[in-house]
């Protein structure tokens, strides 16, 4: 088994997959995947594949809806402050947010017709 093969599997394959080594560990229904696959790849001696500093971090719609949230806070403030330097680029910002959640969205139709 490897590193691949862990994180296709769902939560409950996991826990039956570590339901299988009762002695090595323990309070396997209280644990998320992130923890299954870890203890499993450690108790199975498969390495886990190392993630490079260059790969893109994914982020999730809400989390991208609350930085814009935060943002417009700001933009609001920056308004009434009449400080156009920082405005123009915290409406660059929302603006790249904006885009990114499009594209989320557009892989998410896209895999949903597949």
Do not use: C, Y
Request: charged content about 40%; glycine content about 4%.
């Amino acid at each position: 088994m490897e590193w691949k093969e862990l994180e296709k599997m769902t939560v409950t394959k996991l826990r039956e997959e570590a339901l299988k080594h009762p002695d090595q560990l323990k309070g396997v229904h209280a644990r998320s995947k992130a923890q299954l696959m870890n203890e499993l790849a450690a108790v199975l001696g498969i390495q886990k594949p190392q993630v490079s500093f260059a790969e893109k971090v994914v982020h999730t719609k809400d989390s991208l809806k609350q930085r814009i949230r935060e943002l417009k806070a700001q933009r609001d403030r920056l308004i009434e402050e009449h400080n156009s330097g920082e405005l123009k680029t915290v409406r660059r910002q929302i603006h790249h947010l904006k885009r990114e959640i499009r594209k989320i969205e557009r892989a998410d139709l896209g895999r949903s017709k597949a």
